[in-house]
């Protein structure tokens, strides 16, 4: 299947994945896990939603999490690199008649929320209070160190038209996953903005819905860690798939569910994709180191798991790709 060309000059400028909205049904019970256990840093709290961030960050927040009566994620944000460029989004999205509005959101300047083509509620802004930074102030580094928010996967429905979407948005492509043969369909996408890997991925599947969100941590160790953490404080079953190391991205990552269901990823040690003529890597779906580099298939939620939308509905993929599930 075509492979999206680069576009250097998009409509607006998004600079990076930024914070992600999840709606939880018990915020003390999140937090035992999100800050107590993984480490994350609480920067504000009110009676229904709490706002957290990692080290690196200078951004007030990049995970929030409301109260909510049913699991789901609200919205995916990105900022983007002026306030001119939240018109020229608002521009853009209206264009092609697609749902956006300017939204009052705590603790950020002007917000654009938007409804991709796909269902998928989206976010962009340019101004965020800022915080200090605590890169260096170790004592604050906690459970498994996250650095900052790394990025996006979210399950499409229809893959191929979520890719040159995305790509129309300047999303580029540095790695992705095909079925063998002649007409093989592309089954998983790994889009970036920021210059590594990826901000935002997409995975042929029953959607949309959010399939992970990902904090960047130093090192592998980090994320031994937090296993032995997990194992040995209540968390045991809440470790989905990993440890291990991609093949795709060549990250070290371990999956984590949260206790309404909600992914995380840690990802460590990927590499750079910013040069102009950085070409895309193609996987066989059938190639069991595109998973996992040393072979270890993923179990079947892995693939069937996410978090819905809000109350969009979810619709079933185009196609079944034919995946490596572990038995
Ligand atoms: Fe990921």
Redesign the pocket.
């Known amino acids: 299947m075509p492979l999206p060309k680069h576009v250097f000059n998009p409509p607006f400028n998004v600079v990076r994945s930024s914070h992600v909205v999840l709606g939880v049904t018990d915020l003390a019970r999140s937090l035992a896990f999100y800050e107590e256990t993984l480490g994350l840093r609480v920067e504000d709290k009110t009676a229904d939603a709490v706002y957290l961030r990692a080290v690196e960050e200078r951004q007030h927040h990049s995970l929030v999490l409301k109260k909510t009566s049913k699991p789901s994620c609200e919205c995916l944000c990105f900022k983007v690199a002026s306030e001119e460029d939240l018109d020229k989004a608002a521009a853009f999205f209206a264009a092609k008649g697609l749902r956006n509005a300017f939204v009052e959101v705590p603790h950020q300047g002007r917000t654009l929320r938007v409804v991709d083509p796909f269902g998928m509620p989206v976010e962009f802004y340019f101004q965020m209070e800022k915080r200090e930074r605590l890169l260096q102030l170790y004592s604050h580094y906690k459970g498994v160190h996250a650095q900052r928010l790394?990025?996006f996967?979210v399950f499409a429905p229809e893959l191929q038209d979520a890719i040159d979407f995305y790509a129309l948005l300047g999303f580029r492509m540095t790695e992705y996953t095909e079925e063998d043969g002649a007409n093989g369909r592309i089954i998983a996408a790994w889009m970036h903005r920021k210059g590594n890997v990826?901000d935002l991925?997409f995975t042929n599947g029953k959607g949309p819905r959010l399939h992970?969100l990902?904090y960047w941590v130093p090192s592998p160790i980090n994320i031994i860690h937090i296993c032995d953490v997990m194992a040995s404080s209540g968390y045991l079953t809440n470790m989905e798939r990993g440890p291990g190391r991609h093949g795709i991205?060549n990250?070290f990552?371990l999956y984590v569910r949260d206790p309404d269901g909600h992914r995380t990823?840690f990802?460590a040690s990927d590499y750079q994709t910013m040069d102009p003529d950085h070409e895309p890597l193609r996987w066989s779906v059938r190639d069991p180191r595109r998973q996992t580099l040393w072979g270890q298939p993923a179990p079947r939620s892995w693939f069937e798991e996410g978090s819905v939308f809000g109350d969009q509905p979810v619709r079933e993929a185009l196609f079944k790709a034919d995946v490596i599930i572990a038995a």
Request: cysteine-free; glycine content about 0%; charged content about 15%.
């Open positions: 790394d990025h996967n990826h991925a992970h990902a991205s990250a990552f990823e990802y």
